[in-house]
T-cell receptor, first 114, second 112 residues
Framework: GAGVSQTPSNKVTEKGKYVELRCDPI?????LYWYRQSLGQGPEFLIY????????DSGLPNDRFFAVRPEGSVSTLKIQRTERGDSAVYLC????????????FGPGTRLLVL | SQELEQSPQSLIVQEGKNLTINCTSS?????LYWYKQKYGEGLIFLMM?????EEKSHEKITAKLDEKKQQSSLHITASQPSHAGIYLC????????????FGQGTTLQVKP
């Protein structure tokens, strides 16, 4: 079956613009996670969803970041007023259920803010 | 400071040699995951360990979680160029929350 997919694979934007990053999890996986990975570092947790609700958003760096998962499947990470420091690879993962089970990662979206 | 420390940060080995990567935490690890990442790609799941003393193997890669569940090692036997990449350990330190923290990664190069 298909793995986790993310679009776009690359995004270049200008400082101050708004961007949306999409994640399509593995079919049947109820938990979905967003991480951010800077160059030379491991991924950092941002937010995770169990179904449609955000179960833990403690990793979102500030209120410019927001994520939704309206139907419990596809999720969108939204970044307002982008800053150069937002440049990173944004990774999405999904698992069968919250708190247990292996997280399977997508290929990531490389965001570059000029 | 990192909650999960990996060592070494980078490693260059000759093809055919064995190697070990370590992942250490100051807190109890409720689930320890090993992933591999190639440049420009996502994380590929290798193995998951939960019980103290647990050991798992897949092909030439073996991972162990110590009895106190605060350290894990990843051992590759007879390394091949295909083993090259970045190895990341990730752990649930809060207890079945699903929220993983990761080490900074170990970059492995295998010289043919």
């Amino acid at each position: 079956g298909a793995g986790v997919s993310q679009t776009p694979s690359n995004k270049v934007t200008e400082k101050g613009k708004y961007v949306e990053l999409r994640c399509d999890p593995i079919s049947g996986h109820t938990a979905l996670y967003w991480y951010r990975q800077s160059l030379g570092q491991g991924p950092e947790f941002l937010i995770y969803f169990q179904g449609t609700g955000a179960a833990d958003d403690s990793g979102l760096p500030n209120d410019r970041f927001f994520a939704v998962r309206p139907e419990g499947s596809v999720s969108t990470l939204k970044i307002q007023r982008t800053e150069r420091g937002d440049s990173a690879v944004y990774l999405c993962a999904s698992s069968r259920g919250q708190g247990s089970g292996t997280q399977y990662f997508g290929p990531g979206t490389r965001l570059l803010v000029l | 400071s990192q909650e999960l420390e990996q060592s070494p940060q980078s490693l260059i080995v000759q093809e055919g040699k064995n190697l070990t990567i370590n992942c250490t935490s100051s807190k109890t690890l409720y689930g320890l995951y090993w992933y591999k990442q190639k440049y420009g790609e996502g994380l590929i799941f290798l193995m998951m360990l939960q019980k103290g003393g647990e050991e798992k193997s897949h092909e030439k890669i073996t991972a162990k979680l110590d009895e106190k569940k605060q350290q894990s090692s990843l051992h590759i036997t007879a390394s091949q160029p295909s083993h090259a990449g970045i190895y990341l350990c990730g752990a649930d330190i809060a207890g079945n929350t699903g929220k993983l923290i990761f080490g900074q990664g170990t970059t492995l190069q295998v010289k043919p």
